[in-house]
């Protein structure tokens, strides 16, 4: 049984955690490395078309737009958004320089029983650039520096332009920690 969440103009189906990790095992296994690209391409189209559910449902409930939110009100209500849809609740806040960071303790797509060797929500990766770069007006690039699929208590992905991202993703190949790096950016 599928359930289908209807907000104005953007009907989503639901998927269980299960298939996702199901769908995330069977792409690892067939394409190796290859498949994070083919998940983070169907999440960034997911992404597009959540913004436009999120704008109807908190339409609906603040009578307001995401672009007229305080941060901390877009952040509250964004978590109770995607905890809504069974997503996980996600946490916005800045980090510093020109990188955002989102959090989700509860990420449905995270398994921490699969212990990774390294982060692996690429999905939501994908979900991330394709709400926030859509809202935003601009590409944004995702990396997820936590997972919790990877032992972590959470994941956390880093949200900023391609130049912001890049800088990060250097400079912790280079040893140097996420939170310093992406302070560091502008």
Do not use: K
């Amino acid at each position: 049984m599928s359930i289908v969440h209807t907000y104005p103009g953007h009907p989503l189906l639901s998927l269980s955690p299960a298939s996702l990790h199901a769908l995330r095992g069977a792409l690892a296994a067939d394409l190796g490395s290859a498949a994070a690209g083919y998940l983070q391409e169907a999440g960034y189209v997911t992404g597009v078309e959540l913004l436009g559910a999120f704008r109807g449902w908190l339409h609906e409930r603040e009578d307001a737009t995401p672009e007229e939110l305080p941060m901390a009100d877009f952040s509250q209500l964004l978590g109770a958004f995607f905890e809504e849809l069974g997503w996980g609740e996600l946490r916005v806040e800045a980090v510093g320089g020109a990188v955002s960071a989102v959090d989700a303790r509860n990420l449905a797509e995270a398994q921490p029983e699969a212990a990774l060797a390294q982060a692996g929500c690429f999905m939501t990766s994908g979900v991330l650039a394709g709400f926030l770069g859509t809202l935003a007006g601009e590409p944004l690039a995702v990396l997820e520096v936590e997972c919790r699929s990877a032992g972590h208590e959470r994941c956390r992905f880093l949200v900023g332009g391609a130049a912001a991202m890049d800088h990060v993703f250097d400079e912790m190949q280079h040893g140097v920690a996420y939170r310093e790096a992406a302070s560091a950016t502008v």
